[in-house]
Each structure stands twice: as structure tokens, then as C-alpha cells.
């Protein structure tokens, strides 16, 4: 029978078998106690099955408090399978199954879902990134770098002209995407619908003139109903992309989005810090844009190099590769590098991920350049072009005065790498 | 102008001070840098406001690892505030503003969301729960103690024939509520219509025979079309009661289940662990249900005394308070006891809640009754009647038998008290 297996990382002050079991057994045809029903022929059916202990440190205070007077706790990878036939296709019970009550139960001090390795049985039911990495490629007419974006900013206040009047200079300049804040939804001072028609004719605009199709993640997180409206009014005039808070608005109704179809989708992960940034707790990244992608996102926020946040360069690599992962039928995401950005971190970023698949955005990167918004996407595309080709950035910037205006801006190059 | 607030455990090895105006700075006007848009105006009208800050401890060991050199960690209570404009009615909005980013901000090596408080300008823009206790209870014509209700063990595996035979037996035995486990949803061994249909059968024949209508919780979590479905599927067989499994499915698209309207909806909060155990990141229970209840969910699960898992009493003793509380123009919820619940906690959950508004269910703590199940439900019924008259478990089991059996089975009251 086909099995779908995860990973974790867990922490307990029983033995790693008996705790293995007991998380097994939780997750499948056990309870606290023996019940009648619970017969031979259904555990050997539907039980959970431990396939892999590999023990690692011992150590002798716990890592989340727990009702124990253990003064042991070990730790290991631990890997359990599951009969595809307990969850069929669905999409939020596999969660259920993976993760549920595994973070409640108190023989571990420590569990964290590490990845998943779902059968292709399971994920052909799911149609996966409609657009991914090509499709946006292909909608945004850039090839052979980066797609460089922004953030509006301020994140939030601004009115639907001022933002139209920002999104002219920032098309002029060159950029290639753009996108609403994470804060910036349908507010009484910037509606959803005013928002999108005055960007829309601006930017529709610049693509007659210019014939560049630039990009506009407008961000229409909301309620079901009214995001299904978003998207209708999206396509009205004339977008191509919607961001969605997926945290915010979850698994199901971003997925009702992304089958909608008719928009590239942009992943906000913002709340993603209180789900990984407890070592001992929550989930890795690479089981995050599993889900993220079986239910049809296109991009995914992956902070970036020397970024603004806690997150280490190696975990943003990680995720970086993540998203680029095989996974049967479902294409790759298009891993959006932010935070703290401004083209300075684009050697590192390069060297490190070998790739130029990316979405990379900077905000402040881009607005707080000293002569202009024109000049930071110059900047930035300026930095990629140095990187990729392998010239040091103070190099380049001896005859790229755009870029040597980033680097007086922000500081030296060697401190992003 | 009208504001909503949320309050904040932090740790920091900056100020106090300081780091609260980088929590209000990034979830309103601000970025890492200045940028031109951001006028004295738009950031008098929009940004973050600091509360209160409250000084807690100092210690030398950051909670949660951070890129920092730092050797003193400040923690401490905060308030912030924002204009409700920012937001406006935008149920994951106000989730992207009070969380999102905040829990990557490097300033911090600890922030958890305590509480919640909102205006009625923004409640009132929702139903919140429909039935609630008041509806549970009108249903099913259940007063004056708590709703007895079970899960079907084991969890995955029965067929519906298999689960429709065992709903006899608890219906014959006087149950008020029963409920899929978590872990079963939509299986090719059970498909959901098919249960519903079989379920329903017998609950029907029950209240035609006996008047008395046992609610069943059908677990509908799948992707959103499919749970559309499974409502009008329960409804067409005169099923009253849906569960969700609200993490996995997400606010949105449970909102939407909600709004639907004609189903009692049971929150499984399956996966809450991640999002609360690890002390120094994530949420308390009084924002997060605050967040349900707004999305219109009419029950929710706060584990039980003595329960199975790692919570303790004093947190379920304030979940089950976060449920009863008042929020402007939305119902309380019935709040779920639930997790290794045998009957022998009933003494010591009243003594500490004072109410029997409270659905209390016991899946092997009913199935594994010596006697049966049958048994298992007098025993339940029993040991609340003894709980609410102030008789001592043991003495009421001297002329109570199906108690006793209770009793000798899972042990002295006294463990659970």
C-alpha cells in the first residue's frame, strides 16, 4: 500500500522507541487507552509506522517545559510513514496528520516537522504552481536575471493616487514587479477597487507605451468572498498577480484563490517567525513550502542575505533550494528574496544560490536611494549584472554612479557577504 | 479616531523603549530605513502607537537563539495601539498587523500575542458565534449540566458501518454529542457521504424513537469546494453539527463554513501546540480564540483538567474563562473539554470554573469503560451529577455502579484533582 512519510526532530525524556511509538500511535489508530474497536486487522491497516530512529544529543534540561521530573531528555530524527489510504487527498488533513495534536503531547520537550515525502500518487491530485518561476518569467518578459521588485512604502497611508504616482516612477525606472505592503489590505482610505484601477492605468499605460508588462502583487487578503471579488476585480483591469497573507488567510481559502487560476499568486508568509523560530518547536521551511505549493502559491517569501530579520544566510539558502526542489509533478516556486535588501546583498546571494530564479525585492533598498527611486532599481539591477558577470561591486561601480550611490547609501559591499 | 490594541510579552537586549517603537515601526508606517513617502501626516494618522510598557525580568540567556552579542535581556508586558483604519474590517488584516513580521524582528528574542482588544466598531462587523452555548444547548435539549459527549475510537479505520453501529450504542446509552476523530476526514475506507448517511440513519431513527436529538460533529476539513459540499451533504441528511479542524483549514474558508450558517461549528484546534508551547514565542489562548470567535466558530476545544497532553490546569481553567468572556456583540463559545477526560476531572473542573457550560468529552474514557460503552456515558453523567451537588466522587459511586467501574478502571479520584 503507498505511505506518506515526515520527518522531525524530537526531544523526550523516554526512550527514542517508546517515544517514537507513542507520537506514531497518536497520529493514527491509538488512544490514551486500548479501546474494543482498535482490532489487528485495522492497526495493521491504518497504524503509523516508526521507519527511522537516529539518535542524537542527550542532554539534561528540557528544551520546552514540561510536567517531568526527568532529569534525561534525548534527542533524534525520527522518521514515521502513514498509509495514503488515512488522509485520501485531502489537503488539510494531511496536515492534521503530520503535525495535529503531535505538539501537544508530553513525552517530547521538543518536536519539529522537519519534511515531508509525500508519493506522487498524492500530489498529482494537485495541480501545484499554475506559474511559478516560468509563468512569471514569461508574464513579466524578463529572462537571464532576476526579477527585480518592490515594496510600497509607507506600508500603510497612502492614497490609491499617491501609490499610482509612486508605481509611475518606479515603471519608468525600470522595475519589474511591485507590490502592496503586507499591512496594506482594502482599508477606508486606499479601497481594494480604487487601488487596483488607478495602479492598473498606470501601468497598463506604461505597457503600451513601452510594451513592459510590469507586475503588481496587489495584496487581497481578506474574507473568502471578498477575495474571490479582488480577483475578479484584479483581472478587470487588466493585472496579473495577487498577494495573499497565506498564514492570515490559510490553506483552503488560498487554495480556492490560487484554482481560481487566472492569477499569478504571490505567498506572504509574514507570521511564518512564530511557526520556525523556536528551535525546538514548529516546522522547517522545507515542509512549509511543501504545503505552500501543493496548494497552488507561485512565490514564496524567503527573507534573503544579510536580511533585517533573525533568520541566518544559511536557513535562507536552504529555503532558497527548498522552493527550486523536484516534487513529482509540481513545479518549482519562485523564491522571493526581501527584507533589508539593496542590491548589495546580490553577490552573496548569487555565489551562495547559483541561481538568478528569483523575485528580489527591496523597499527602503529602493526608496531611500539619495537621488531617487529611478536610481535605486538602477542600482539594484546594476548590482546583478556585477554579480552574475563576477566583478566585484566597487569595481563596477567606479562607472555605475547609481550603484556607487547605493553603496555611500548603505554602507560597504564586504559587510553583506 | 477609533483604535484597536494588542498586549505582548517581549524579551529584547535593546531598551524596553526601544524595542517597542520598532514593534510599532514595522507593523505600521515604518521600514529599516526612512523613506520620502512617510510624512509627519501619514504617520500621524497611521502608525503604531506604544501603550504601556511594564517592566518584567532581566536575565543574561535569551529565550529564543538571536544574532545579537548582547548579555541582558529585558522582558516586559507591552500595549500597542493602532487606528482601526489601517485595517478597516479585514479579519486577516488585523492577523497580518498584530503578528506577521513581528515574530522575525531580530530586536527581539522573545514576543508572544496575549491579548486582544477591540473596539465594537470592529466586532460588531461580524456574527460571531451563531448558536454558541446558547444553540448547542437548544439543540440538543440539554440544560443544566455540561453536553457528554465522545470521540469515535479508534480514530481511523472503522467503516461507516462499522462507526454507524457504534453511534447506536452511544445514542441508546444517553450521549448528548459525538464527534469523528481528527485524523478521520474524507478516507476511502469511510467516505464522508457515506458516513454522514449512515450516521444520520440511525441518530434520526433515535430522535424519532426517543425525541432526543444526539448531535454528531461531522469532521468536513478538505479543501473548500469539498467542505461546501460536506455541508449541504450533512444538512440534506438532517445533521446539525460540522468540525473543523481550524488550523489546517485557516481562517478564511472556516469563516466562510461559518457564514454558511445552517451548522453548529466545532473547532478542533489540532496544531495549537506549535502556535502556544514554546513560552517565549507565538500566542496565548485569549487572542486566539478571540480570533475564531470572530470568524463565527460556535465551539472550541482548551484540552481538560488533568489531561493527557502538557497543558496544566491553570491554563485550561483560564482557556475555558477566554471562552465565557465578553466581547462587545459576540456569543461566548462553548468551550470543548476535552483530552484523557474520564469523568473522575468533572469534581475538580467545577470546583475551578464554577459552570457546567461545557461540552465534556471523553473518547476512551467512555469506549474503555469495563462495562462498555453504555456504561462509559452513565459513568460520565454520574460523576458530573456528584461534581455539581459537592458529593465525593467515592461516595457517590457507592450506589452507582457504572461510576465505580469508572473508578477502578482509571483510578482514584484524588489524581485528578
Given at each position: 500500500m503507498t505511505r506518506f512519510s515526515a520527518t522531525y526532530w524530537i526531544e523526550t525524556p523516554d526512550s527514542l522507541e517508546k517515544a517514537a511509538q507513542t507520537l506514531a500511535a497518536e497520529q493514527s489508530s491509538g488512544t490514551f487507552v486500548a479501546v474494543p474497536g482498535e482490532t489487528d486487522e485495522?492497526?495493521?491497516?491504518?497504524?503509523?509506522?516508526?521507519?527511522?530512529?537516529?539518535?542524537?544529543?542527550?542532554?539534561?534540561?528540557?528544551?520546552?517545559?514540561?510536567?517531568?521530573?526527568?532529569?534525561?531528555f534525548r534527542q533524534a530524527r525520527v522518521t514515521?510513514?502513514?498509509?495514503?489510504?488515512?488522509?485520501?487527498?485531502?489537503?488539510?488533513?494531511?496536515?492534521?496528520?503530520v503535525q495535529g495534536n503531535l505538539y501537544e503531547i508530553r513525552a517530547f520537550t521538543g518536536l519539529r516537522l522537519l519534511s515531508l515525502d509525500l508519493p506522487a500518487e498524492f500530489t498529482n491530485h494537485f495541480r501545484g504552481p499554475k506559474f511559478g518561476i516560468e509563468?512569471?518569467?514569461?508574464?513579466?518578459?524578463?529572462n537571464g536575471r532576476p526579477l527585480i521588485g518592490t515594496i510600497i512604502k509607507p506600508s500603510v497611508g497612502l492614497t490609491p493616487t499617491q501609490t499610482a504616482k509612486m508605481v509611475e516612477v518606479l515603471a519608468d525606472a525600470g522595475i519589474d514587479f511591485i507590490k502592496d505592503d503586507e499591512l496594506m489590505a482594502n482599508p477606508p482610505h486606499s479601497p481594494f477597487e480604487q487601488r487596483v484601477k488607478s495602479i492598473m492605468a498606470v501601468l497598463n499605460?506604461?505597457?503600451?507605451?513601452?510594451?513592459?508588462?510590469?507586475?503588481?502583487?496587489?495584496?487581497?487578503?481578506?474574507?473568502?468572498?471578498?477575495m474571490k471579488q479582488n480577483c475578479e476585480t484584479i483581472l478587470a483591469h487588466g493585472g496579473t498577480c495577487a498577494m495573499v497573507s497565506i498564514n492570515a488567510v490559510g490553506l483552503a481559502a488560498t487554495k480556492a484563490i490560487c484554482d481560481r487560476g487566472g492569477l499569478i499568486v504571490h505567498g506572504h508568509r509574514n507570521g511564518w517567525g512564530m511557526l520556525t523560530r523556536a528551535p525546538a518547536l514548529g516546522m522547517e521551511f522545507a515542509a512549509?513550502?511543501?504545503?505552500?505549493?501543493?496548494?497552488?502559491?507561485?512565490?514564496?517569501?524567503?527573507?534573503?542575505?544579510?536580511?533585517?530579520f533573525w533568520e541566518s544566510d544559511d536557513s535562507v539558502v536552504a529555503s532558497i533550494a527548498a522552493c527550486r526542489a523536484p516534487m513529482h509533478n509540481l513545479a518549482p516556486l519562485l523564491p522571493v528574496v526581501s527584507s533589508g535588501q539593496?542590491?548589495?546583498?546580490?553577490?552573496?546571494?548569487?555565489?551562495?544560490?547559483?541561481?538568478?530564479?528569483?523575485?528580489?525585492?527591496?523597499?527602503?533598498?529602493?526608496?531611500?536611494?539619495?537621488?531617487?527611486?529611478?536610481?535605486?532599481?538602477?542600482?539594484?539591477r546594476q548590482a546583478w549584472e556585477a554579480?552574475?558577470?563576477?566583478?566585484?561591486l566597487d569595481e563596477f561601480a567606479r562607472t555605475h554612479i547609481e550603484l556607487r550611490e547605493q553603496i555611500e547609501k548603505f554602507g560597504k559591499p564586504e559587510k553583506y557577504a
Open positions: 485495522l492497526k495493521q491497516r491504518h497504524a503509523a509506522r516508526v521507519e527511522k530512529i537516529e539518535p542524537l544529543d542527550v542532554i539534561t534540561t528540557p528544551s520546552i517545559p514540561a510536567p517531568t521530573t526527568a532529569t534525561l514515521v510513514s502513514w498509509p495514503l489510504e488515512n488522509i485520501g487527498t485531502n489537503l488539510p488533513a494531511l496536515v492534521s496528520t509563468g512569471t518569467r514569461e508574464r513579466a518578459g524578463v499605460r506604461h505597457a503600451d507605451k513601452t510594451g513592459k508588462r510590469v507586475l503588481y502583487a496587489f495584496n487581497l487578503t481578506a474574507e473568502l468572498d471578498a512549509y513550502q511543501a504545503l505552500w505549493r501543493l496548494a497552488g502559491i507561485d512565490q514564496l517569501h524567503v527573507n534573503g542575505i544579510a536580511n533585517k539593496t542590491g548589495l546583498q546580490a553577490p552573496e546571494t548569487f555565489r551562495r544560490t547559483q541561481t538568478t530564479d528569483l523575485l528580489y525585492l527591496a523597499g527602503g533598498g529602493i526608496a531611500a536611494h539619495p537621488s531617487g527611486a529611478r536610481a535605486g532599481v538602477i542600482a539594484l554579480a552574475v558577470n563576477g566583478v566585484p
